[in-house]
């Protein structure tokens, strides 16, 4: 079609501020950005919430795409990561319900009330405790103990690379007597 500006014509000028032009990327690739999302995460409102996200993300990564480069695989990159991050998150989620519906198992004793308080209580003064905590170490605490994640998926959920095992430091007891060198 004649007049109609490329897909690299389009990011550049997106790349400029112009939001129109950023406006015609997502019509033309809306479509296969859903598609690319339901193929992995087979669900329609998963998709779409993923193309949509993966959109919003491009837009604030516009400043890291490559002049020259080809915009398709690079924005489709950024869809299917929001997808698999929607279903690794949701496996999560699905395993946390699991935990939490083992430990109250039907036939279990019901907990008496004074005891539910207690642990109402408990939880909330918890959880306000870490909502004190600075954005990382928030992060961190939920992450590995309230999500329940191992060492190294708390890292890869952070974006960081976990410390290699033989560089790490011995740590002397914080308690007792130290052990014989």
């Known amino acids: 079609m004649e007049g109609r500006p490329t897909d690299g014509e389009l990011f550049t000028r997106a790349q400029r501020g112009n939001q129109a032009a950023y406006e015609e990327i997502v019509q033309r690739y809306q479509q296969m950005a859903f598609r690319t999302a339901y193929v992995i995460t087979g ?20 400043a890291t795409f490559r002049s020259g480069a080809e915009p398709r695989p690079w924005l489709l990159r950024i869809v299917a990561n929001e997808a698999r991050n929607r279903v690794r998150s949701a496996g999560r989620r699905h395993q946390l319900e699991l935990r939490v519906a083992e430990r109250f198992r039907p036939g279990d004793a019901a907990p008496s009330p004074e005891a539910a308080a207690v642990a109402a209580e408990d939880s909330k003064r918890l959880l306000g405790f870490v909502n004190e ?17 191992s060492g190294e998926e708390t890292a890869a959920a952070l974006g960081r690379r976990p410390r290699h095992p033989r560089r790490h430091r011995q ?11």
């Open 133 to 149: 905590l600075s954005d990382g170490d928030r992060l961190v605490i939920t992450s590995r103990y309230l999500l329940e994640l």
């Open 43 to 62: 669900s329609a409102a998963d998709a779409e919430d993923a193309a949509q996200e993966g959109f919003v993300k491009a837009y604030r990564a516009l």
């Open 171 to 181: 740590v002397a007891p914080v308690a007792g007597p130290r052990p014989p060198t």
